[in-house]
């Protein structure tokens, strides 16, 4: 099994710190808040290793699936667990919340699309500008649900084509809460190579 050095691993930190200010930016601009994003944790892992690493599979999560294409192809996945969406909706819509339940979940999904969408764009955008490549994402594939159901049947599909995933803890951050889930890439194998390739790394 390929083993990524602490070199590695910094290059990658390079466009994940120029992602997270970009997302931050625009956060800050869409709630009229200064909100910071940061990555406290990065580790790139073999794709088995991944349910392991994300805690029970039973954790009720909301979570977000991006397709990656053009120069560089694979796939997004971004969760939080239920509570830390609610909370993430309630600082992105300044805590308006419907009697209604079913208007309450469609806030919800569609606030932590806006939040996934600006997540995921500054990541990719930032990785696009360090290779000098165009990169795009699908629209996202929305699911609220317990970890194991929708992380599982991902995977089988993601292992076909990509060995290892690339995850990195997300922290979002306000004068009032702080919140922390997961934003995970996962690269088909050539695309890692060309990372590492034009990182000068491989």
């Known amino acids: ?19 997270t200010g970009h997302s931050a930016t625009a956060l800050s601009k869409l709630i009229d808040k200064k909100v910071d994003v940061s990555v406290p944790e990065l580790s790139i892992v073999p794709i088995g290793k991944v349910p392991e690493r994300l805690g029970g599979a039973e954790t009720q999560i909301v979570g977000l699936y991006f397709k990656i294409i053009g ?67 699908s629209i996202p594939f929305y699911s609220s649900d317990i970890l194991g159901a929708v992380i599982d049947l991902l995977l089988i599909e993601i292992a076909e084509v990509a060995d290892f995933a690339l995850l990195m803890e997300t922290v979002v951050e306000s004068p009032d809460t702080k919140l922390s889930g997961n934003f995970i890439i996962f690269p088909d194998a050539p695309s890692l190579e060309k990372i590492l390739t034009k990182a000068g790394l491989a």
Do not use: W
């Not at 099994?1 to 994940?16: G, N």
């Not at 939080?80 to 806030?107: H, I, R, V």
């Not at 939040?115 to 955008?125: D, V």
């Open 71 to 137: 120069d560089i192809t694979g796939s997004v996945l971004l969760f939080f667990p239920l509570q830390t969406a609610s909370s993430l909706t309630a600082l992105l819509t300044a805590g308006m919340k419907p009697d209604n339940p079913a208007e309450y979940e469609e806030l919800e999904r569609s606030a932590m699309m806006e939040l996934g969408n600006i997540l995921t764009n500054s990541y990719i955008n930032a990785l696009a500008q360090m290779l000098d490549s165009k990169i795009f994402i």
């Open 1 to 19: 099994m390929r083993e990524f050095s602490k070199m590695e691993i910094d290059a990658l930190k390079e466009f994940v710190n120029v992602g």
